[in-house]
């Protein structure tokens, strides 16, 4: 199945959750938020949240400074 990941397309296996493609693409241990169809989905939630063919996953990256 495919799907929008930031924007642009990405494949992925038939009812793949939200954490598998967390671990993927190797975000697991780094602080990010992620949207999915312009919804924050809570960290607590990624393991239990399917993907969809043709969800738009967000992933934004916490970037300190001052």
Partial sequence: MEIQLNGASHRL?????LAELIA???????AIAVAVNRQIVPRSRWAEHALQAGDKVDVVRAIGGG
């Fill in 24 to 30: 993927d693409l190797s975000l697991m241990d780094t």
């Fill in 13 to 17: 296996r038939p009812a793949q959750l």
